[in-house]
């Protein structure tokens, strides 16, 4: 995967050559304890039967729990302890496990959720970073690399007039993009409530999606626009009630969007600027913000993916079918079944079924989690800009 990084000016830190002898016959000190790599476990071990073995070094520790992503909260049902052995390492195995992707972290002594400290997988979300781990399944999926033509994943900073702020927005151009001429369709792609402008690129490999349907010929050449969802950088807690405004305010990012990201990224990259080249979509807290955004701007805006979330339902029902199937080539609904935002899916569902309104319907198995929104960004994606 490629990454540029478009700044003015990047600071190079400075380069140490590891396992180089010192002058002079001097010795490195001995490690502390909490970096000497030999106190260093395996973690997570995913055996060849899709059993996963969770190890943590914490000698002094009294409690350790496995704190799982609702992938994994499917399979275990609640946080399961892990038991601590010789040289103090906790160690937990638990599976099989349905392949797929999943997060987990650690709860130590009650304390908050943590990162495997040695995995160096990692999910970055606005409250700390949680580890990954993938089961790899039988057939391929669509966030498997394989050896096809790579495109290039762009992140640009950018000055908000809106929020009086610097921004952060990543960016997917498809292979061959820097050396061609045309103008491409554009899809923008709005993360969950904690997330961050990476975590469709870092966690939903998006980029990885979209270069295997590529190479399929499975999608059309399109542009990614993955931008920052929330407000502020800050979460309003007990130990900090000042962070606001809020940080899911609908209509300031609806406006930051349609106001300052839109017209930064036409200005910047070769996109197609008419209706019918520009897609919205987006997972959890996206989800609602996609649907507000496209209801609002229905000349903006001809294909629509809610993932995992229904927006206000008195949006919907006041919007005129007519209206809708008009402007709207396509709106893509999909859901697991054991997602606590299944209830409310399904009654969106319902609502545009009873109006007449086209749209696509995927129910699919398990619930709130990145195996569910990987593979809705692969099958919303085929149906993009085929006109």
Not at 75 to 99: M, N, Q
Not at 257 to 263: E, H, R, V
Request: charged share 20%; hydrophobic share 40%; aromatic share 10%.
């Amino acid at each position: 995967m490629r990454i540029i990084f478009s700044i003015g000016l990047l600071a190079v830190g400075a380069v140490v050559a590891l396992g180089q002898g010192l002058p002079g016959g001097m010795r490195m000190p001995a490690a502390a304890f909490y970096e000497d790599t030999k106190n260093i476990p395996v973690s997570p071990e995913v055996h060849g039967d899709r059993k996963v073995t969770f190890r943590l070094f914490a000698p002094k520790a009294s409690e350790v729990l496995l704190m799982g992503s609702p992938g994994i909260l499917e399979f275990t049902k609640k946080p399961l302890p892990l038991e601590k052995g010789d040289g103090g390492v906790w160690s937990l195995t638990i599976g099989p496990l349905p392949a797929g992707f999943y997060t987990y972290g650690y709860a130590i002594d009650g304390g908050l959720r943590m990162p495997d400290p040695t995995n160096p997988n990692l999910e970055l979300r606005r409250w700390g970073a949680t580890s990954i781990f993938v089961i790899p399944g039988l057939e391929e999926a669509p966030i498997d690399e394989r050896k096809v033509p790579h495109g290039t994943v762009h992140v640009n900073f950018y000055d908000s007039p809106n929020l009086n702020q610097q921004r952060m927005v990543y960016v997917y151009t498809p292979p061959g993009y820097e050396t061609g001429k045309q103008k491409l369709p554009v899809l923008y792609l709005l993360h969950g409530n904690g997330q961050i402008e990476a975590s469709w690129t870092w966690t939903g490999r998006t980029n990885v999606i979209m270069d295997n349907l590529l190479a399929e010929g499975k999608i059309k050449p399109m542009i990614v626009v993955m931008p920052f969802g929330h407000v502020t950088r800050e979460i309003k807690t007990a130990a900090n009630p000042s962070a606001a405004p809020s940080p899911t305010d609908q209509g300031t990012i609806e406006k930051e969007l349609m106001t300052a990201l839109k017209p930064m990224v036409e200005s910047k990259y070769r996109v197609l600027t008419d209706r019918n080249h520009r897609a919205i979509a987006g997972l959890s807290m996206g989800s609602a913000q996609s649907q507000m955004i496209t209801l609002h701007n229905l000349e903006q805006f001809a294909y629509l993916g809610a993932f995992s979330a229904s927006a206000n339902h008195s949006e919907w029902e006041k919007a005129d079918s007519g209206v809708l199937n008009q402007k709207l080539k396509l709106v893509w609904l999909g859901c697991g079944r054991e997602d606590f935002a299944f209830a409310g899916m399904k009654k969106l569902h319902d609502l545009l079924e009873g109006k007449k309104v086209r749209h696509v319907w995927n129910e699919s198995g398990a619930g709130h989690s990145w195996p569910n929104w990987q593979v809705y960004l692969s099958q919303f994606a085929q149906l993009l800009f085929r006109d």
